[in-house]
């Protein structure tokens, strides 16, 4: 089976490669630079030159492929041009006869448009995925570990000994790999009679701030605390990342999610029942901190 991944060069579908190579696919690896281009291959994909915002493009690379992976890009300068670019492959697929397409969400979907433009495109992609007539998949994961491993966490925890993270410490989340995540999505894509289905995965645990700390603690071997920074903190050390406007939004994001009177879920407490659709091996969090464990340590 050809599969064709959009996004692997970044951390939410690097794995989606080596996933889907292990269930015997040959993985084709968009990309809109060719300095990604040894990365994608040392991975074991082959990659594919074409920026998702060239609907012509889109339907060249996506020509003989069986199935796709699709991701939205997370930090786009503006956020709203998410649903032409997921639109331009979706066209692309069905034009090209794919059988099947798996998104993945980056996230769990609102229920309804929040006024949030990198939220509010994901569902109007949703609607036009539903109505496009290729079989498709959804996994709707809640939120990254490896959100994690960037400055604004691992410098705390090497400074201080802290676990820091833009949320309330009493808010429950549960942290899943991205590993895991891809994992979810190359068994997707070999289930067609699972089309038309969306699936929330999630950690095996649902973790308040304390909770992710003592899992620090466990996989560092080590006492650690955890912090609830400040958005605006947050996103003044995340515009160093990704800039101005797309730190920005994902402060409002987290700034919008500590006000909330209820803390959204995120966390999917029947992940059984999707491991029984989609069986995955999953990886607690110490196990993961462990891995990652060059990334906390001096």
Same mark, same amino acid.
């Given at each position: 089976m050809k599969v064709l991944v959009f996004g692997a060069t970044g951390s939410q579908q690097f794995h989606v490669i080596g996933e889907a190579k292990n269930k015997g696919a040959i993985v084709y690896a968009a990309t809109s630079s060719e300095k990604n281009f040894s990365k994608l291959e040392d991975a074991g994909a082959i990659p594919v030159l074409g920026d998702m915002s060239d609907a012509l493009k889109m339907k060249e690379i996506t020509k003989e492929i069986d199935a796709v #992976?699709?991701?939205i890009p997370v930090s786009l300068p503006n956020p709203a041009d998410g649903f032409q670019l997921a639109k331009n492959v979706i066209d692309a697929a069905k034009e090209n006869g794919v059988k099947m397409i798996v998104w993945n969400t980056s996230g769990f979907l609102a229920p309804q448009k929040l006024g949030i433009p990198m939220e509010d495109v994901k569902l109007d992609t949703k609607e036009y995925l539903q109505n496009c007539g290729v079989p498709y998949v959804i996994i709707e994961?809640? @939120?990254y570990a490896e959100n994690l491993l960037a400055p604004y966490t691992t410098d705390y925890v090497k400074s201080e000994k802290k676990v820091a993270y833009p949320t309330p &410490? =009493?808010?429950p989340i549960g942290y @899943? #790999?991205?590993r895991d995540v891809s994992a979810f999505v190359a068994e997707a894509l070999y289930k067609p009679e699972l089309s038309g289905q969306s699936f929330l995965v999630s950690g095996l645990d649902n973790l308040k701030g304390n909770g992710?700390? &003592?899992k620090f603690s466990l996989g560092l071997g080590d006492k @650690? =605390?955890?912090y609830a920074m400040?958005?605006?903190e947050f996103g003044d050390k995340l515009s160093i990342l990704v800039g101005e406007e797309s730190a920005r939004g994902v402060q409002g994001y987290y700034e919008m999610l500590a006000s909330l009177p209820v803390y959204p879920t995120k966390f999917n407490p029947k992940l059984q029942e999707v491991l029984e659709k989609l069986p995955v091996r999953m990886t607690p969090i110490e196990e993961w901190v462990k891995i990652h464990k060059h990334f906390f340590i001096n």
């Open positions: #992976a699709l991701l994961p809640s @939120i &410490e =009493d808010m @899943i #790999a991205s992710l700390a &003592e @650690i =605390d955890f400040p958005p605006q």
